[in-house]
């Protein structure tokens, strides 16, 4: 049921990037009204964001991320429109837990006994609003002192997926465990999800779009479906590089080194046959993809076998070398539609950026500003819903 819930997410400058728009774009998705404010700031104002990634040094390592869109203004919130907070982690915590006015709002939701979702870092301004004194949590290990010195009854994040629950109180680790957060969120927003027991296979290659593969991956495993990533020539355990695609105002979009993925099953011996869908992410990945026979043919699988496939952005670039457009409706982002036109499909304009569209058993998006839309119309397809 659309929009049976709103959310405010807290947000600001250098909050990490996935734990942003994962859970705003997943529980868009879902059905759920989302509002993202930042102190001193208005709708329409962007935060930066940070890339916090773990690649074999002693603390995580950070780089620039995403550009985050606001789209309401923090000076006219009304507590009482909203259903739940969600407070992502990255470096934004450090300084908004001195904030007052942030520590005010925390601490008139925590009085309203509403939701309150916090991950990583982001559990530093639950501290500073005196909401752990006494409740379970966990967060970023390095974040324990501070929760330990405020009352919380501390629980390790043995692995970085680790969630706590304590009443209305959520609490997570890391980015690793937003499948989890963001399932025991919707439930803790009366929410209830069924026909998710699905298996999905994401087709996955180097420097595709961070956001591209992440969102729609722990989307789909919060919903409670079997998600599966394989890669050309990696094995399980292995990772792929990501590519942060951005719009900056130049006349086409930016590249920035995203975070790196993990992949969960070998792409040698899979037997794509034993899942009911396909996701084909865009990014630069697509271009080399779409020049493997194997590829080709695990796409062609589930479009003669018409489950359902979604690719987003350039990953139409796969689809059209593997000759599976013809006759079809579809979009992309608007570089591809030379792909998309030779390749026998009928092109359908993005407009707005993040329009999506469903023909037959394909759902086709052109960038990752329509997730919520592609997730949504993918669930659709799979029989998936959640109600309110």
């Known amino acids: 049921m659309a929009n049976s819930r709103t959310v405010l997410i807290l947000c600001g400058d250098y909050m990490e990037d996935y734990e942003v728009m994962v859970p705003f774009q997943a529980l868009q998705a879902f059905g759920v009204s989302i509002h993202t404010v930042c102190p001193g700031k208005k709708a329409g104002d962007s935060c930066p964001t940070a890339v916090h990634d773990f690649c074999g040094h002693q603390t995580y390592s950070e780089s620039r991320g995403h550009n985050f869109t606001l789209n309401a203004t923090f000076d006219e919130v009304d507590l009482s429109k ?12 450090e300084y908004l837990a001195l904030t007052a006015s942030v520590v005010e709002l925390v601490k008139e939701f925590s009085r309203s006994g509403k939701p309150i979702a916090s991950i990583c870092h982001g559990q530093l301004i639950l501290a500073a609003a005196d909401t752990v004194n006494g409740r379970k949590c966990t967060a970023y290990a390095t ?16 692995t970085p997926d680790v969630c706590v629950v304590d009443g209305s109180l959520i609490t997570a680790a890391t980015y690793e465990g937003h499948p989890e957060f963001i399932q025991l969120f919707v439930k803790a927003l009366g929410g209830k999800i069924t026909g998710a027991n699905k298996s999905i296979l994401f087709l996955c290659g180097d420097y595709m779009e961070d956001y591209e593969v992440k969102v729609p991956f722990q989307s789909l495993q919060a919903l409670g479906c079997q998600v599966d990533a394989v890669c050309p020539e990696k094995k399980a355990g292995d990772r792929c590089p990501t590519a942060i695609h951005d719009f900056e105002g130049d006349q086409t979009y930016s590249e920035k080194p995203g975070h790196t993925f993990a992949l969960t099953t070998n792409f040698d011996g899979l037997v794509s046959s034993s899942y009911d869908a396909l996701v084909v992410p865009g990014g630069r990945a697509p271009e080399y993809l779409a020049l493997n026979e194997h590829v080709l043919n695990i796409v062609k699988e589930f479009m003669n076998s ?9 990953g139409q670039q796969i689809l059209a070398a593997a000759g599976v457009l013809k006759g079809r409706k579809c979009t992309a982002y608007p570089a591809v539609k030379l792909n998309v036109v030779l390749g026998g499909g009928t092109w359908l304009e993005p407009d707005p950026i993040h329009r999506c569209f469903t023909d037959g058993n394909l759902v086709t998006g052109a960038a990752w500003p329509g997730h919520p839309e592609f997730v949504s119309q993918l669930m659709a397809l799979l029989g998936i819903q959640v109600s309110f």
């Open 82 to 93: 909203y259903d739940g907070l969600v407070i992502p982690g990255g470096r934004a915590p």
């Open 143 to 158: 974040v324990g002192p501070a929760l330990i010195a405020a009352g919380a009854k501390w629980v390790e994040p043995i």
């Open 306 to 314: 018409e489950k359902p496939v979604a690719s987003i952005c350039h």
